[in-house]
């Protein structure tokens, strides 16, 4: 499959498209002022050591100092197991004992600064690289627990062959990510050189520059489109920016070489993005409803928990009998449910629910299709054996980032993202009530009631009698007043 990568570069945001046969398969996007500091490494400065509460307040440059407690101080071990492990049984020695006011200490970041608190840091440095975790302090080879029992010694094998020892110029301890269960020798040894080249890079700043700086930036997007998204099948890499194009082009030089021919600087005058139509294909993926070309269409709907994704039939009565058009409906739904999954970017539970299908042989056509389409993922995905007794197909995707909708939207301030809202009439009946309820606590000269435009109306017309006979029975002149920024269900009752 021939796969094109288009970015579009903006100060604010930079958007990258991935374009699998003149089809987006996957967005990313990336705004600078929502970029976090986990993963970045400084050169801090102790400001305070506070033995009572085993932590230290550390400068690293930003607004509040950033805050280090005696769990995250990191210790070489005797037995050269990983700290994470093996402090589990080992009592941890003072932090009074470890540093001390002024000192200069490399820190990396491993939660956000939140509200009023600073950024909580660790001294034990990770690099995080496609399919590797690289721990620079530590010795220890080892294998993410997602990956099965079974396959664990094997990776870590070939994994320890790989990295060598420090005899022969290796040293520091992997830890193989999940993503990197299926990747071949090569693509290890790679990764494994990005990695040291990395951190020789950040040893070096660390003597070089003063106290407080930043000596290591989890990669920005276009580059770890160089390091995650580009593979054999990639044929071009367009950006429309010059600058970020020869940025690029410098980063890829140094650390992903075999990248750097298929980087294309795009001089056209329409907008990048208007090549595929991928603005609109961006619109589409917010909506509920993802129409099929037979005629058919999908309903996505995504809450906390999970995800649900309905197949309906709709217009499309092409096939010669019934059964063969809801078979050809849901071949054609397990594709576009996949490449949904991408697009979106939907990752935890997903629940997708199949028209029903009386012959065996469709139900397996359709799952073997669904499995093929899902195998395309660079996620990992699980799906469970088959249809469930309801006839429902349940399945895993990986959460790697915010979903698309979870970046670009936030619920709407009227429904409050219910995805609906009360009546006019409804609303009228909710007024009325807040009335006699108010006319029994209080004894104002006159109730105002200030609504939406539509409510106002129904009251002036349809539920005007209901209107005058409240005031009738409450003794009190009830008066209206439109206000047109007012959603439907918002309403105020003035005592005058």
């Avoid at 400084?42 to 769990?71: N, T, W």
């Avoid at 395309?376 to 197909?393: A, C, E, H, P, Y």
Wanted: proline letters at 4%; glycine letters at 8%; aromatic letters at 6%.
């Amino acid at each position: 499959m021939q796969q094109d990568i288009l970015i579009n570069w903006s100060p604010q945001e930079t958007r990258v498209a991935v374009v699998e046969s003149g089809a987006v398969q996957e967005l990313h996007m990336e705004r600078p002022l929502e970029r976090g500091l986990v993963g970045n490494v400084y050169l801090g400065k102790v400001a305070r050591v506070l033995p009572g509460m085993q932590s230290a307040f550390i400068d690293i440059g930003l607004e509040r100092a950033a805050f280090l407690h005696v769990a995250d101080v990191w210790q070489r071990q005797e037995n050269g197991d990983a700290p994470m492990f093996a402090r589990k049984d080992l009592p941890l020695k003072p932090i009074e004992k470890q540093i001390f006011e002024g000192q200069a200490i490399m820190v990396q970041v491993i939660k956000d600064p939140i509200g009023t608190k600073g950024a909580r840091l660790s001294t034990q440095v990770s690099i995080a690289g496609r399919l590797l975790v690289f721990l620079p302090q530590d010795d220890h080879v080892g294998v993410s627990q997602k990956i099965p029992p079974a396959e664990r010694d094997v990776l870590r094998g070939r994994l320890q062959a790989l990295v060598g020892d420090k005899a022969s110029g290796g040293g520091g301890g992997f830890i193989l990510r999940t993503n990197g269960e299926d990747s071949n020798d090569q693509e290890l040894s790679e990764d494994i050189a990005y990695l040291r080249k990395t951190w020789a890079r950040i040893k070096e700043s660390s003597l070089r520059l003063p106290p407080t700086s930043l000596l290591h930036q989890d990669l920005n997007l276009l580059q770890r489109v160089l390091r995650d998204l580009v593979g054999e099948q990639t044929q071009t890499i367009r950006i429309d920016s010059r600058e970020q194009f020869a940025q690029l082009q410098a980063f890829g030089l140094e650390f992903m070489p075999a990248a750097v021919p298929k980087l294309q600087l795009y001089k056209g005058e329409r907008p990048i993005f208007d090549l595929f139509s991928i603005d609109e294909e961006i619109a589409k993926a917010l909506g509920r409803r993802v129409d099929l070309k037979s005629g058919g269409y999908l309903i996505v709907d995504q809450t906390e928990a999970l995800t649900t994704i309905d197949v309906n039939t709709g217009g499309f009565v092409g096939a010669r009998n019934f059964d063969d058009t809801i078979f050809k409906t849901n071949l054609e739904a397990a594709q576009a449910i996949a490449r949904q999954l991408r697009l979106r970017n939907l990752g935890g539970i997903v629940i997708a629910d199949f028209i029903d299908m009386v012959r065996e042989e469709h139900q397996e056509a359709v799952l073997a299709e669904f499995r093929k389409q899902l195998g395309r993922d660079r996620v990992k995905t699980m799906m469970s054996g088959g249809f469930s007794q309801l006839g429902l197909v349940e399945m895993t995707r990986k959460r790697t980032r915010e979903s698309l909708a979870h970046m670009l939207c936030e619920p709407c301030p009227l429904c409050e993202g219910k995805g609906s809202v009360k009546t006019s009439r409804s609303v009228c009946y909710d007024v009325l009530r807040e009335i006699l309820r108010e006319a029994r606590q209080f004894n104002p000269k006159e109730f105002r009631v200030i609504a939406s435009p539509k409510v106002v109306d129904l009251f002036l017309d349809e539920e005007s009698p209901h209107l005058a006979s409240l005031s009738d029975f409450i003794g009190k002149p009830i008066s209206l007043q439109a206000e047109a920024a007012m959603g439907q269900e918002q309403y105020d009752i003035v005592l005058l």
